[in-house]
């Protein structure tokens, strides 16, 4: 699977090729390994986690405690970007990113990195290349490809955070897209507290900026639609 498949892909396009790709191996997963941890990748991710959740409830075995949307991604640019800027070691960076995994819907929050000095344009700009690293990424290519290496590794570090907490680690948080009520909207990435059986609880963002408050605000609409459709999808 890649995130764009060739210059110019939609995630409309995307949707039309892995919805029913995710919505078949969702089903498999609720016949053979119903108790399984599903962390979800395939974009869109705003639109294929509900189709899993989706999928799984009708099947009656939906938790939602282990069903993961990765976000990952979007903290590793975020993360890199921030730690470019300030000059800081990015294994050091940690740049909490909420909301949703497409576009807009990403909405890193600067004004909560502790000991970052950014002006009103750097914030402007860097919100800017964290929502959509995707397509730089493929116009660096050419079209030719997508970020393929850049979501393995965050894909892996989400992997292995979760085993860590399955193994009885303390304290993992990580962000991820689940179901909560930290919104209004049945879904929404939000730091997340995991453990042994996966989610552990689900933590309140904090305070947004003026600037992250407006973002917020124009983004919520965009991310509901993007969830109605997969639930749409997966109700036919």
Not at 152 to 167: D, I, S, T
Request: glycine share 8%; hydrophobic share 40%.
């Amino acid at each position: 699977y890649q995130r764009r498949v060739h210059g110019g892909m939609t995630r409309d396009d995307l949707f039309n090729t892995n919805a029913t790709i995710v919505q078949g191996l969702a089903a498999a997963c609720a016949k053979y390994c119903p108790e399984a941890m599903l962390l979800i990748i395939a974009n869109p991710v705003n639109s294929t986690v509900p189709i899993v959740a989706e999928t799984l409830k009708k099947a009656k075995v939906y938790n939602p405690k282990r069903v993961f949307g990765v976000t990952t991604l979007d903290i590793c640019r975020a993360n890199t970007f921030v730690a470019e800027s300030q000059g800081w070691n990015v294994r050091e960076t940690n740049v909490p990113v909420i909301g949703g995994h497409a576009g807009t819907t990403i909405l890193p929050l600067l004004s909560q990195v502790k000991g970052a000095k950014f002006t009103e344009e750097q914030l402007k700009a860097l919100t800017h290349r964290i929502q959509f690293g995707g397509d730089e990424v493929v116009q660096a290519k050419d079209g030719a490809g997508s970020a393929t290496l850049s979501m393995a590794v965050a894909g892996n570090h989400f992997a292995a955070r979760l085993l860590l907490a399955m193994n009885g680690a303390k304290d993992v948080v990580e962000c991820t897209y689940t179901e909560n009520k930290v919104t209004n909207l049945p879904f929404f990435s939000t730091p997340t507290v995991l453990g042994a059986e996966g989610v552990v609880n689900t933590l309140p963002f904090g305070t947004l900026s003026a600037l992250e408050k407006a973002n917020y605000d124009a983004m919520i609409p965009d991310l509901q639609k993007q969830i109605e459709k997969g639930v749409a999808f997966a109700s036919k």
